[in-house]
C-alpha cells in the first residue's frame, strides 16, 4: 500500500514536468537555411535568422520585424507623451477652476453675518412664539 502511494505521486510530477517540456520544445521551429537557421516562435509567428558560433546557436530578429518592433515603440512612446501632456493640462485647469469658485475671505464673512442676523431673528421669533404659547389657556392632554 506504501509503493502506492509514493509512485502515484511520481508519476504524477513525471507527467506535468513531461508535459512542461513538450510544451518548451514545441516553442520554436527550427529549419535549416541557406546561410544558417531561421528560428520561428509557434506562439506569435516571430521568426529569427540563427548562425551557428562556437558551437553555439546565436539568433537575431528579421530586419522587417525590428522595424515593425520599433514603429510600434515609437507609436506607444507617442502616445504616453500625449497623455502626460492632457493629465498635465486637466491638473491644471480643475486647481485653476477650484480655486476660482472659491470665495474670498470677505465674501465668506459676509456670508457668515448674514447667517448670524438669520439665526438671531429666528431664535427671536422661536421665544416669542414660547411666550405667546405659555400665556394663553393650556390645551387639554388627555385624551378621551
Do not use: W
Not at 464673512?109 to 438671531?120: A, P, T
Amino acid at each position: 500500500m506504501r509503493l502506492q502511494h509514493i509512485l502515484i505521486p511520481a508519476a504524477l510530477v513525471s507527467l506535468v514536468a513531461a508535459s512542461a517540456f513538450s510544451e518548451e520544445t514545441d516553442h520554436y521551429r527550427l529549419e535549416k537555411s541557406d546561410n544558417g537557421y531561421v528560428r520561428m516562435d509557434t506562439r506569435t509567428g516571430a521568426m529569427s535568422i540563427c548562425e551557428e558560433r562556437s558551437g553555439q546557436l546565436v539568433c537575431k530578429v528579421a530586419a522587417d520585424e525590428r522595424t515593425a518592433f520599433q514603429d510600434e515603440i515609437d507609436r506607444l512612446q507617442s502616445s504616453m507623451k500625449a497623455m502626460d501632456e492632457r493629465v498635465t493640462k486637466l491638473e491644471n485647469s480643475l486647481s485653476a477652476r477650484l480655486e476660482s469658485k472659491l470665495p474670498s475671505e470677505e465674501d465668506f464673512n459676509k456670508s457668515m453675518s448674514y447667517m448670524e442676523r438669520f439665526l438671531k431673528g429666528f431664535m427671536g421669533i422661536v421665544k416669542d412664539l414660547d411666550k405667546d404659547k405659555g400665556d394663553g389657556p393650556q390645551p387639554n392632554s388627555q385624551k378621551t
